[in-house]
């Protein structure tokens, strides 16, 4: 079964085609961005041909698709024959509110429960429902598959996920931890415990997903526990440009004194905090590394601070769930800095981490295991490919309901 897989953001397009027969290969991959913006931009990847790129306006998220299936069966950058060959749309979805604990098949009230959570979601949800509509008039009737990246945690206990404020807005807002790469977090954990030999609901699991955003969940038995980030993705740890947790006492503070409106207090938190906030280089860790090896002292305090907070993560998860077996890097920072694992790893002796730093040392983008074979715990660098992920639930989720 070909898949065509879409994450569509505000005013760009990701997409990947993956044939799931045929080992699961990726047939194409690209972007299209600056939708809505003059001289949008398309950059086509198609497996074994040469790269292709298109500039035009691109005024909605329909053109852009279109130009994308255009791509797809053109006779020189083409991947597939025709667009019958495809046999099925999965979409991330950022956000699926309570309403949902698993990937689902697109239906009306999918649809509308979807556009029920764009008020959790209002930066990503309305993008990701424009892919759906899209698709929906550009290929009638193929089917389609929402795979949220909230599902997962969705087996959080009520006492994890509520916040220490007033019940009625949980009521009648909704305001709870919700978590988010949830689609990450399970893929890695799965594939980790197929290559560890590990039974992946008999153990304890963190999964630390490390990227300009980033997250850490604690995975017992198969299911989520726990995780960092919360009702948005600014909670946790400290991240790219985002503050992570926060003494919220400090933000009022800082509106008075400054006069901030709730844009303000949003832009500060979400795009001028974090790292690159500390610092005052750059949202990059390998600018930071560098920085900090010339003796940047604000670069080594922001790496320093965000080392300590991944750590602090997962001696909070352990002990919550009773002990660890194994902990998992991924993501882009996640799987190559080398540096930050063993780093956050040094402190965790304690508690049986017995950390090879040979094994670690210089390992880029692989799946490695980077403990020596007596330790306690574990701990792995694992891959993510979270396009594959939404590929395999939807064409199991398509099979299962074309079999009815």
Do not use: W
Request: hydrophobic share 40%.
């Amino acid at each position: 079964m070909i898949v065509l897989v879409l994450n569509c953001g505000s005013s760009s397009i990701k997409y990947q085609v993956i044939d799931m027969c045929e080992k699961e290969k990726v047939l194409a991959k690209g972007i299209v961005e600056r939708i809505g913006i003059t001289d949008g931009i398309l950059t086509h990847k198609p497996e074994g041909k040469e790269r292709y790129e298109m500039v035009r306006d691109i005024p909605d998220h329909t053109v852009g698709i279109d130009l994308i299936l255009k791509a797809l069966v053109d006779k020189k950058h083409g991947v597939i024959k025709s667009l019958a060959d495809i046999k099925a749309v999965g979409h991330r979805v950022a956000h699926g509110g309570e309403f949902f604990t698993e990937s689902s098949f697109i239906t009306e009230k999918v649809k509308i429960e979807i556009e029920k959570c764009i008020e959790l979601a209002p930066l990503h949800n309305p993008a990701n429902l424009k892919g759906i509509l899209s698709m929906e008039g550009l290929l009638p009737g193929i089917p389609q598959v929402a795979v949220f990246d909230t599902s997962f945690h969705q087996t959080m206990p009520q006492h994890v996920f509520m916040y220490g404020i007033p019940y009625q807005y949980y009521e009648t807002f909704k305001i709870r931890k919700y978590g988010f790469h949830g689609t990450s977090h399970k893929y890695v954990a799965k594939k980790a415990c197929k290559l560890a030999d590990l039974d992946f609901n008999k153990v304890n699991i963190i999964t630390c997903h490390l990227g300009n955003g980033a997250s850490i969940a604690a995975i017992k038995n198969g299911k989520s526990v726990d995780t960092s980030m919360g009702f948005t993705p600014v909670d946790g740890l400290i991240m790219g440009t985002r503050c992570g947790s926060i003494d919220p006492g400090v933000l009022l503070y800082i509106a008075e004194r400054e006069n901030l409106n709730f844009k303000g207090i949003s832009d500060l938190i979400n795009k001028k905090s974090g790292v690159a906030g500390i610092s005052g280089l750059s949202s990059d860790m390998r600018d930071l590394e560098t920085a900090a090896n010339e003796g940047h002292e604000r670069a080594r305090l922001a790496l320093d601070m965000y080392n300590y907070r991944v750590t602090q993560f997962i001696g909070s998860y352990a002990a919550s769930m009773g002990g660890v077996d194994l902990i998992i890097f991924t993501g882009g920072i996640g799987e190559n800095d080398f540096c930050l694992r063993e780093k956050v790893c040094e402190p965790l002796a304690f508690m049986g981490v017995d950390f090879d730093k040979k094994a670690n040392n210089g390992v880029r983008a692989k799946d490695v295991m980077l403990t020596k074979p007596n330790s306690k715990v574990k701990v792995m660098a694992i891959t993510t490919n979270e396009e594959l992920v939404i590929a395999s639930d939807t064409a199991s989720i398509v099979s299962r309901m074309n079999k009815k």
